[in-house]
């Protein structure tokens, strides 16, 4: 049904609108009456729930939906590129089916600043003498940070290094799906063989195999194969093994043999080089503060810093303008007018949820240790989050003077830097508030 919704649509949108927004999107399946599509990036789904979501009604009532409902759901780790800009090399869309690997995903697109340096480094080596400078060699670090790049990279370094070795790169979930039919289908010495013969193995997501224990078991096998005749292993995860639940121990053991290594935020001015590598790469002629503006306001991942320069683009494109700074904020101020969505009194619910407190006593006077850290995160994404100033956040506190805020947030702001449980907890507390 999606490919005639889509015909639908097609008539009523331009062909600009129509590449940039509808292409991408993959159906998922029906479920309870729900339509749900899968979008690449959360840009992606918020612009096209913003503009298109009358749209994607209509034609789904004029193909007799009875409700025509649908959501959006962001497919992360989906490799689908935007390539519509130019005649702009098309990224991402070779990939060679026998090792997996995007084509994007090089050392020579990657840009390295104190972030990811060690893990660059690291990667680097592991490519130049695969199973013997780190093995396993274990990369973590939070969504859309590199990671999947990084393995790419050091994919087709081998390859073109090593032409005779052998590459596998997995995600933690294919490698369980096909384990599950391997075992369905009797199939279990084919699946052996496969990943027990490669020279390079890499498993992407490895956090996911938290839990199960058939997966573990496998893998447990596999890794030992490998590792015993010298072949190389890197392993990614959003989170150090040691912080893998339920994962056995055996396995946790081995994956801190070699080396483990993280990628962080990137700061300011890599995240420019990033922008001005990518507009590079797709051939996007862009002046450089609109790159430090975008740069400035997108600070979450690096997925997002793509997809908001991507936004930018197509917003100038489909409006016919020139890329300037003030189109960029044009662009990207639904971004921030998600600011003027929250109300304090929904933010201090979210943080004394997470922190397992009540909202009186982070308002209050209590000078708890437990409490003081959770009223400055509070006043932070107050302000981070809501038009008010600093005055009235302190009236919001039962009255407390503007300094008393002002230093509230500096306070966080520092920590920020360079507390990742902090950073964790941050991010945890905004995905509640949705
Ligand atoms: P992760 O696997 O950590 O979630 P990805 O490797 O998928 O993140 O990266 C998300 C996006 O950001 C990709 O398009 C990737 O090419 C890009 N990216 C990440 N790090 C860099 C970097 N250092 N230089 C250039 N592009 C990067
Ligand atoms: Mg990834």
Redesign the pocket.
């Known amino acids: 049904i999606w490919q005639n919704v889509l015909d639908y649509i097609r008539q009523s949108i331009t062909d600009v609108e129509y590449n940039t927004w509808f292409v991408k999107i993959r159906p998922l399946g029906v479920y309870n009456g729900v339509l749900e599509l899968g979008v690449p990036t959360s840009f992606a789904g918020e612009w096209i729930k913003k503009h298109y979501t009358e749209t994607i009604q209509e034609a789904l009532l004029h193909l007799g939906a009875q409700t025509p409902r649908f959501e959006l759901k962001v497919i ?2 989906n490799p689908v ?1 935007e390539d519509i800009f130019s005649a702009a090399p098309e990224p991402g869309k070779s990939t060679d089916p026998r090792s997996r690997l995007n084509s ?2 090089t050392f020579e ?5 104190p972030n ?1 340096s060690m893990a660059h480094a690291a990667a680097v080596a592991v490519a130049e003498s695969p199973g013997k400078a780190y093995n396993p060699l274990f990369i973590y ?10 393995m790419h990279a050091v994919g087709h370094s081998v390859a073109s290094r090593f032409p005779q070795l052998k590459i596998e790169y997995i995600s933690t979930e294919t490698f369980t799906n096909e384990l599950i039919e391997a075992i369905q289908k009797d199939r279990m010495t084919e699946f052996r063989d496969r990943y027990r013969s490669v020279d390079l193995l890499l498993v ?1 997501d490895i956090q996911f195999i938290a839990g199960k224990e058939r997966t573990q078991e496998e893998f447990f096998h596999t890794f030992n194969a490998l590792y015993e005749a010298g072949k190389q292993i890197i392993l ?1 995860s959003d989170r150090p093994p040691k912080d893998i639940l339920t994962l056995a121990a055996r396995l946790r053991s081995r994956f801190e043999w070699g080396l483990i290594t993280d ?1 962080q935020s ?1 700061e300011l001015e ?1 995240r420019v080089a ?1 922008l001005k ?2 507009a590079e790469y797709r051939g996007i002629r862009i002046p450089d503060e609109v790159f430090e503006y975008i740069a400035k306001v997108v600070t979450s ?3 997002e ?2 997809g908001s320069l991507m936004r930018v683009v197509a917003y100038a494109s489909l409006n016919g303008v020139e890329i300037s700074k003030q189109v960029a904020a044009r662009a990207l101020s639904d971004v921030f007018m998600a600011k003027a969505e929250y109300a304090p009194e929904e933010i201090l619910r979210a943080v004394a949820e997470f922190y397992g407190l009540r909202t009186d006593e982070l308002k209050g006077a209590g000078r708890r240790k437990e409490v003081v850290l959770p009223r400055q995160v509070a006043m932070y994404l107050i302000r981070e989050l809501t038009h008010s100033s600093l005055p009235e956040i302190g009236q919001f506190f039962d009255g407390r003077d503007h300094t008393t805020v002002l230093y509230a947030i500096q306070k966080v702001q520092e920590a920020l830097d360079n507390d990742t449980n902090l950073q964790q907890n941050l991010r945890a507390i905004r995905e509640r508030l949705g």
């Open positions: 992360p780790g590129q994007k995903y697109n990657f840009v390295v600043g990811n670090g939070g969504v859309g940070l590199g990671k999947t790049h990084l992407d990614s990628i990137p890599t990033i590598m990518n991942n690096i997925r810093l793509e």
